[in-house]
Each structure stands twice: as C-alpha cells, then as structure tokens.
C-alpha cells in the first residue's frame, strides 16, 4: 500500500474557523486501493475539502469533480465515468476511531488527525452506476463477437401447462 500520509487532516492544529485543503487524486492515489478491492483502476478527480471549525466537531464539506475508470461489466475494457459529487462528513472527537454512519465519524481525541483518503475512495466508489457498461457501439467488438456466439436467445414458448397448475392462474 502507498503512502496516504498526504491525506491527514490535523484537526487539533487547526486554528482558523474554515480551512481548505485541495488535493489531486490520480494514478499513486487509486493504486493504494487497487489490491484492496480494486473497483476503481485509476483516474483523475479533483477534491476540494473545506473543513469548518464548529464547537464541538468539524464539518468537512467535500467536492469532487473530474473521471475514474473502472472496467467494463460486458466487454472487461477499461472505460472511464464522470465523477461531479458534493458531500458533507461530521468528525467529532471520541476515545476511539468509530464511523457511526456515512455522515458521522469519530476520531481519537489524542490522536487529533483524521486520514480522509479512504473516505474519499469510498465515496467515488458508492458515486458508481451499480452497471458499468460502455455506451452503444463502446464495447471492445471482438469481446461482444463472443457473447453473440456464446449466449442463448431466451424466447417464451406456450407450452401446455400442466392442468393441475391451470388452476392456479385463475387466482389472479
């Protein structure tokens, strides 16, 4: 795993009531999560993190804009999504480090940091369509060859039915 050291947000230091930290997530960046899950191969994503001082906790509003690419659910082709996504998180200090839900996470008081990489990775990765497929005609078109010659064509045939199960569609 790389180093994401660059990613720490001194929370304890921070002496003005809003802060901005801008940070440029590309290739050493997605790589340290490859080997985790590797949904996400690569890209190149702009986030913008404005951290406001509140009394007891820190509200990080974050923004993120540019692409990552992730592979292809029909042809396995690398392909590359638009990412445009604003989110707001809530660090609070705790005794130990607790993510209480997708908005709320706690951070050892003595410690006073907070590592947002991998909360920046999660969230491109949550931003993704749930099928990840090129647009028409995108696909590699030997790899489409290959499902045409390899898939079955699924049709509906009116057989006889069974007449002890006849019965059941006058249940509807």
């Known amino acids: 795993m790389s180093d994401l050291s660059h990613y720490i947000i001194p929370l304890k230091s921070i002496v003005s009531y809003n802060t901005t930290y801008d940070y440029e997530l590309e290739e050493s960046f997605f790589s340290a999560f490859v080997a985790e899950d590797g949904i996400i191969r690569g890209g190149n994503v702009k986030a913008s993190i404005d951290v406001k001082k509140l009394n007891y906790s820190f509200e990080l509003s974050i923004k993120l804009n540019g692409f990552v690419s992730v592979l292809c ?29 997708e908005e709320l996470v706690i951070v050892p008081e003595k410690e006073g940091v907070f590592n947002i990489a991998w909360y920046l990775y999660e ?18 078109k030997e790899m489409e060859k290959n499902l ?25």
């Open 148 to 172: 045409q010659k390899y898939s079955t064509d699924i049709t509906v045939v009116n057989e006889k039915i069974d007449p002890r199960w006849e019965a059941l569609k006058n249940i509807k």
């Open 73 to 101: 659910d029909r042809c396995l082709d690398v392909m590359e999504i638009q990412i445009d996504e604003d989110s707001v998180l809530v660090v609070k200090f705790g005794e130990t480090y607790t993510e209480v839900d």
């Open 123 to 140: 969230s491109l990765v949550l931003i993704l369509p749930l099928q990840r497929i090129h647009q028409d005609g995108g696909c590699n």
